[in-house]
């Protein structure tokens, strides 16, 4: 292969690095310093930077009710995501009559976008009782088809002769998955993890529907609601928009590889 | 990668992953800042007042503005002692003024005052000058 | 012979019988609990939706059969269906561009430069952001006095006066466009990566001794080979871009006027706003036929079976 000049390729893709992470550091700029809300020409520094923006918002809306809720939403979803996820995933893996009708009705139902079921889910939940609660906010999120996916190939992925022997060994189904399959599907359990993680936390249209009390509001409902009552003259709005994405990306960081694995394996499943 | 035999003890492991790490670094920072703040949150604001030549003013009255929806409204008020010294006790904000005058001397400007937490207790390090007495 | 495997069957031990059964209520009752979610939360809204479409429904009163008369109200006299219909279809249109930067992006990062993880990082860290957060802040890059974006137009010399893009009608559905475009970037970038790294290397090898300079190996192996990654980028692109409700909703409401409505905030404003189920049920109806039909017709233009490719020999 001809050698061609690297420079070119480098300055195109640190333009791109520089146009996707602009908005990030403005933001994080007007949070610190609260300029360029009504100031013109806006500074590249800061100049003056304080944080007292971050405690504005911590006392003038109830962030930590909030942030508790989101945890709460996005731990419940973790977890039963986890578990559902992976019963459904196994059992895809073995052979059984109506596989075949189980596998299209699954991969019909990942066309029917959240969006289009918005009214029914409403009525739905509110005849289960389960409006304006934890549960309610989690449920429709219990099971992902994305996920079932990836541990369908990470458990197809498991050798035939490991669980043969296992088998001869004389274990149950049960400490099969356990002992044998589980640790393996360790990277899935990851990705399964982080890609719930994201999506229960960002999560705003179904929060926004599913609660009616102010103080079961998750932090994205609460970030719009800042956004329309607090009129935006000081940094505090994007002191807030900091405290919101910084977990989205420091778990990001940490888990980078899970998550892209989990994205394309599981969108370009064979 | 984590099931490679090194020789590692595997309690050693578990704790350098950074999936362990990083959220036992955030829970213990989280742990001391509360800490901190329990045992700072009794709200006390104290500070002097001096008049324009720097000589202590005694029985000057200083007032605590306190930041309410959108405006500052006062909330409580004290005088200064015989040495120029005030203090309140009960600050429940994060986001405070404090202003001094005294008839005949003048009065000070309103010094905004940032806490990092409600309540938190905090000396002024500049003094309140009255200026524009009589 | 017959009799003999007759006998055998019917000498089964029973327990081996019960073992089967046995399995199969260990699969199906893992397979249950998933099913029941979709089964509550995919399934049954989109038949209840169709149910809806064909009644009038208030919350309180019984429904009534009314047949196609909220389909006719949607098509006929409804003006803001129309314009979200449009506006949807804007969007949609407006995925390839986000599909051919995302492209020409995989192939730099896929070149051999030093770095490459990290420019990948860097270009995807805008997929797992709040979407939320993401519209506070383009709404506020493009704001007419104190945005980035007419702050530098000026300093370029670009426009004399600064663009009120989200309050103007040319300009508000493309800046709602551009900040979505900004979100999934490194989303599609990172699909057509993956698609580009399972290109086997001696079919550009065979190719270059045959003589083929590197535009005509693009053309003729890379984007071919491409063929189910862009699909699949297209599909998704454009099942989140329709979808964008958080991001309309915070960035412009809809407005100026109707200029950025679409599709999904119209039924949650009928629904949810003026507690008309029955009628965003009708406009749900059409919104997702829409979706499938996009979506065929994407899977024809792309050659059938999802785009997939033979590769032979």
Known sequence: ?270 | MSDEDFPCPRWKRLLLNQFVLVPAVLILITIGWNLWIVTHDHGIVAGRVLDAAGAPVEGAEVKLWVFNFTTFVVKASTVTRPDGSFEFANNPSHNIQVSADKPGMGRSARVPIRLYFASQDFVLTDPLRLTGGT | MVMAVSETAMRRPHFMVRKSTRRAVLIWSFLAPSLLVFFLYRILPLGWNVLLSFQAWSPMKPAVFIGLDNYQEVLFDDEVFWQALWNTLGIIGSAPIGIAIALGLALLVNSDIRGRDIYRTLIFLSYPLMTVAVAIIWRWMFDERVGLINYVARMLDIVDKPIPFLNSFTWALPSVIAANIWQMLGFYMIIVLTGLQNIPGNLYEAAAIDGANAFRRFLRITLPLLRPSIFLCFVIGMLNSVTSFDLVYVMTAGGPGRATEILVTYIYRLAFTQTRFDYAAAVTVIFFLLLLAVTWTVNRLSGGNAGAVELDG
Not at chain 1, 174 to 192: D, E, G, H, Q, Y
Not at chain 1, 218 to 247: H, K, N, W
């Open chain 1, 1 to 270: 292969m001809k050698k061609y000049p690297r420079w070119p390729v480098h300055l195109a893709l640190l333009a791109t690095s520089f146009v996707m992470l602009v908005p990030f550091y403005w933001v994080l700029k007007t949070s610190v310093s609260g300029e360029n809300i009504f100031s013109y020409p806006p500074n590249i520094i800061p100049r003056d930077p304080n944080p007292f923006y971050y405690v504005d918002v911590w006392y003038a809306i109830p962030f930590a009710r909030f942030f508790l809720n989101s945890v709460v939403v996005s731990v419940m979803t973790i977890a039963a995501n986890v578990v559902l996820n992976a019963m459904a995933g196994y059992s895809l893996t073995q052979s059984f009559r109506g596989k075949g009708i189980v596998l299209m009705l699954l991969l019909s139902c990942m066309m029917i976008p959240f969006q289009t079921t918005i009214i029914p889910a409403y009525l739905i939940t509110g005849k289960l009782g389960l409006l304006d609660s934890y549960l309610g906010l989690a449920l429709p999120m219990f099971s992902t088809i994305i996920c079932i996916f990836v541990f369908k190939a990470s458990f197809d992925a498991v050798p035939r002769s490991l669980i043969d022997a296992a088998k001869i060994d004389g274990l149950s189904e049960w400490k099969i998955i356990w002992k044998v399959m589980m640790p393996l599907a360790k990277s899935a359990m990851a990705t399964n993890v982080i890609l719930s993680f994201i999506w229960s936390w960002n999560n705003f249209m179904w929060p926004l529907i599913a609660t009616r009390s102010a103080d079961m509001q998750t932090l994205p409902l609460g970030l719009a609601r800042f956004m329309s009552y607090q009129e935006d003259s000081t940094g505090a709005l994007y002191a807030f928009c900091i405290m919101v994405l910084a977990p989205g990306i420091l778990l990001f960081l940490l888990a980078q590889k899970e998550f892209v694995q989990g994205l394309t394996s599981g969108a370009t499943k064979g």
